[in-house]
């Protein structure tokens, strides 16, 4: 799991499907995730080590509206093996890796999670994000407090990480404004932020950016035109100072942003428009 964790970050969050098949323990082969299905259950594990969610489409994380995770039972017996080893997890509260299969070959890991709750009536099992909600006498009967902590996680463990994957792949780990090529110094900027109903997460309101671009645009130093030029905040751009002002910003002014190969994943014109009228009305 730490192994798991260390690399998404140090690749921008997420793995790829040929390293998780062929991951090694003391030079045995020793697979993360199931070839085939979405439960891998080593022999050696009382419970299960992780399990596949793939995502369809990008507003598909209505799976966790209620904070929770519901991953369907793995279809034939309910009983049969693989799932009896999630179950398992439930009495022992041992940790598990999820892996939401963005796209194929794509993973992005959230661990560690919890079995909480086996719910038989509707074949599923109720994952919960954070350690705390095992604790939770009834999660089916969650009171407001609960629910909105629950929602709260959902969003920082689970819809924010996978939106920086959706980005990150689109713009193959470049920052859009400089391209700098290392994941692990990228993130997923929102153009319209979502605290706004246009603020969604999806690729089309996402953009690529460094850390110090991204707290650049954020902070208004920077601004995106609708047709996807850089323009630098007059007022910085007449500072004297060292080589991150330098090139780092004034420097990034006129550029024109990179979009992804995907037309269908560029940014939308309205949300840049949304975000520019913003900058221009800065101070
Ligand atoms: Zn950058």
Redesign the pocket.
């Known amino acids: 799991m730490g192994w798991v964790v260390a690399r998404a970050e140090a690749n921008g969050g997420f793995l790829e499907r040929s390293e998780l098949l062929d991951f090694h323990i003391d030079d045995r082969r020793f697979p993360i995730i199931d070839r085939s299905r979405g439960i891998r259950n080593p022999a050696i594990f009382a419970s299960t080590l992780s399990i596949v969610q793939s995502v369809h489409g990008p507003y598909a994380d209505t799976e966790s509206e209620d904070g929770f995770l519901h991953y369907a039972y793995q279809a034939g017996d309910p009983w049969g093996g693989a799932n009896n080893k999630l179950r398992e997890a439930i009495s022992t509260g041992a940790p598990l890796i999820l892996f939401r299969k963005e796209q194929p070959n794509i993973y992005t890991p959230i661990a560690p999670v919890y079995v909480v709750d086996d719910d038989v009536e509707n074949r599923e099992f109720i994952i919960a994000l954070d350690e705390a909600l095992r604790f939770i006498p009834d999660v089916r009967q969650l009171d407001a407090s609960q629910r909105a902590y629950a929602r709260r996680l959902a969003k920082v463990r689970l819809h924010q990480p996978a939106f920086r994957t959706r980005v990150l792949v689109a713009y193959k780990r470049r ?1 859009s ?2 391209l ?1 090529a290392h994941g692990s110094l990228l993130d997923a900027a929102h153009i319209v932020p979502d605290s706004e109903p246009l603020g969604v997460p999806t690729v089309v309101n996402g953009l690529s ?2 850390k ?2 991204h707290a650049a645009y954020d902070q208004n130093f920077i601004g995106i035109s609708p047709d996807s030029r850089v323009v630098v905040d007059d007022e910085l751009l007449a500072e004297r100072d060292g080589p991150m002002l330098k090139h780092g910003l004034q420097e990034m002014h006129g550029r024109v942003l990179l979009t992804p190969d995907n037309p269908s994943h560029s940014p939308n014109r309205e949300n840049l428009a949304w975000r520019f009228e913003r900058f221009l009305a800065r101070a």
């Open positions: 920052c404004i400089c700098l950016l460094c110090i671009h």
